[in-house]
């Protein structure tokens, strides 16, 4: 008896990460991405804790290292580019790695292209369900019929908005703002270092990555009426209105977001299902639960992919029962990092000057206990 024949829709880090776990259990999965190529640039990622377990058993590590960004410390600045502390992001005792999004995209299609199929340029319009599997109809592509679809298309995901309802049944808004835009070489005076200054209600940060550096806007602001995600120049007029003002190096880093053609801009929101799987359909990633903030985002990926490729390859005839254990597995990974983004927010942009005051308060003295740590140990790394 053949194995199921599983469509999985998104190319990002979720969707390959699938696809080449399912192959190794013997299915031959089909992606479809509605993007015509694998996306270049993006922020730079970590994959850390339960995902390094599941990139060494997909023997991606040696190449993940190879890739990881210049960026060995942090520096947090005040609104006059003073520093406040200065901590290592790097460890030789540490196995997580950070790299960007669109490096570790790359590996896991390099991976994954010989067992599956990839559709680039083209996207689902219709899944139509019953007993028996899914009929999908394509943007372009004939349609075609399969055992499940596993939506691993991101916080828009356009599998859940046809199965599950409504984007904004399933987001909650934190009312916040994340930008990125990448940056000439030579914008970075320090090659090996991630410089942060913070405002009240406003980030800005330069990353050296490995070869484009990028500047990080995140700030505070309330949704704007009638927004629209595909409105750049709306995007450049929230982000120019939000930094004016602001010291340091925002002048210039906002007049480079405001001349590139394509920057990156979006609401910062968390997504949350009671379920997510519904008939034979089922979603993974950020399609399912999407966690702001904490930059989990593709390690929990990996882990999600991995915990439902096994969980199918036990039950590869009872999908209901596969979904069932995926997702209780898998949710408790999710759920605690959901639970920490008020806090998290709370840290890296503080809503107040008080609270600004507070929060670098506290900086300079961790910045003065790690720099005794760093002077305790013959390496200089803190343990």
Do not use: C
Request: charged content about 20%.
């Amino acid at each position: 008896m053949s194995s199921p024949r599983i469509l999985i829709v998104g190319a990002g880090v979720a969707g390959p990460a699938f696809a080449y776990l399912l192959a190794r259990h013997g299915f031959r999965p089909t992606v479809v991405e509605q993007a015509r190529e694998l996306r270049s640039g993006g922020t730079a990622i970590v994959v850390k804790g339960p995902a390094v377990p599941v990139a060494e058993k997909m023997g991606i590590m040696p190449r993940l290292r190879e890739l990881a960004t210049r960026a060995t410390s942090m520096s947090l600045l005040d609104t006059a580019g003073r520093r406040i502390l200065r901590v290592p992001l790097t460890s030789e005792r540490s196995p997580s790695v950070e790299l960007t999004r669109s490096d570790l995209s790359a590996v896991l299609h390099d991976v994954a292209r010989n067992d599956a199929e990839f559709l680039f340029g083209d996207t689902i319009t219709r899944l139509d369900q019953n007993e028996s599997g899914v009929e999908v109809t394509f943007r372009r592509a004939a349609p075609r019929r399969f055992d499940l679809v596993i939506g691993a298309d991101g916080i828009h995901s356009a599998v859940r908005g046809l199965v599950f309802g409504p984007e904004q049944r399933f987001t909650t808004d934190l009312g916040m703002f994340g930008a990125t835009v990448p940056l000439p070489p030579d914008a970075i005076d320090h090659p090996h270092e991630m410089v942060m200054m913070t405002a009240p209600g406003r980030m800005l940060a330069v990353h050296p990555s490995r070869e484009t550096p990028q500047a990080i806007f995140t700030f505070r602001g309330p949704r704007v009426h009638g927004y629209d995600r595909h409105d750049v120049a709306l995007q450049k007029r929230i982000l120019a209105e939000a930094y004016a003002g602001v010291g340091w190096r925002a002048p210039e880093l906002v007049d480079v977001f405001q001349q590139h053609p394509a920057p990156h801009f979006d609401p910062l929101i968390n997504v949350r299902l009671h379920n997510w799987a519904r008939g034979r359909v089922a979603l993974l990633g950020d399609a399912s639960s999407a966690t702001a903030l904490f930059g989990d985002g593709s390690s929990l990926a990996l882990v999600g992919a991995y915990t439902l490729a096994t969980a199918l390859a036990a039950h590869p005839r009872d999908h209901a029962r596969a979904f069932r254990a995926y997702e209780a597995k898998h949710r408790r990974e999710v759920a605690s990092r959901q639970r920490r983004v008020g806090l998290i927010a709370t840290l890296m942009v503080p809503r107040t000057h008080r609270g600004l005051a507070v929060r670098n308060a506290v900086g300079r003295a961790v910045g003065r206990l790690t720099q005794t740590a760093m002077s305790d140990t013959p390496d200089g790394i803190p343990r």
